[in-house]
T-cell receptor, first 116, second 111 residues
């Protein structure tokens, strides 16, 4: 149980284009999902908290107009990197909260974004 | 953002050896979590600790929640090749689902 998927697993795009990454909770409903970014050999840094049906809460220093988050259902959240640039190249990981009272987060397998 | 300090940063051990790593914070957390991340994958939860002083095992893994609530350690006994990876601690506060991650400990097993 508590499986989280991400799609795509990797993506290469040209500078200036937009890329959408999906995060799905497969066997549970997640009222809250989280988006992290991880640069090579570094830890996970929280970008934003996504709550179903409401606006995402962004961490300090994360541009909300650049990283658009939509959490339209209890099993799907999307992150769109708009006008991507090479410095946006990173490993993007989502997690979903089980909502079972323990606030346990289950992580997706990540999406490797490379911007040329 | 805030990060928890993990030590050591990396470890090179031989198969069969025991491993010990720890995580410290300048502030208190109510929950400590230990994750393992394989290359190109998301973190996988290993152990969750909810009470100060708690000692919890999961197979060959043992973790403890420090009495001061500002630290935690993870031990791995009799390491095997599949233990290779990066281990992250994470702290969580009551009523706040956000996780604060540690800097990570990279474990390598020398043949």
């Amino acid at each position: 149980g508590a499986v989280v998927s991400q799609h795509p697993s990797w993506v290469i795009c040209k500078s200036g284009t937009s890329v959408k990454i999906e995060c799905r909770s497969l066997d549970f409903q997640a009222t809250t999902m989280f988006w992290y970014r991880q640069f090579p050999k570094q830890s996970l840094m929280l970008m934003a908290t996504s709550n179903e049906g409401s606006k995402a809460t962004y961490e300090q220093g994360v541009e909300k107009d650049k990283f658009l988050i939509n959490h339209a259902s209890l099993t799907l959240s999307t992150l769109t990197v708009t006008s991507a640039h090479p410095e946006d190249s990173s490993f993007y990981i989502c997690s979903a909260s089980s909502g079972d009272g323990t606030d346990t987060q289950y992580f997706g397998p990540g999406t490797r974004l490379t911007v040329l | 953002g805030q990060q928890l300090n993990q030590s050591p940063q990396s470890m090179f051990i031989q198969e069969g050896e025991d491993v010990s790593m720890n995580c410290t914070s300048s502030s208190i957390f109510n929950t400590w979590l230990w994750y393992k991340q394989d290359p190109g994958e998301g973190p996988v939860l290993l152990i969750a600790l909810y009470k100060a002083g708690e000692l919890t095992s999961n197979g060959r893994l043992t973790a403890q929640f420090g009495i001061t609530r500002k630290d935690s350690f993870l031990n791995i006994s009799a390491s095997i090749p599949s233990d290779v990876g990066i281990y992250f601690c994470a702290g969580q506060l009551i009523g706040n689902e956000k996780l604060t991650f540690g800097t990570g400990t990279r474990l390598t097993i020398i043949p």
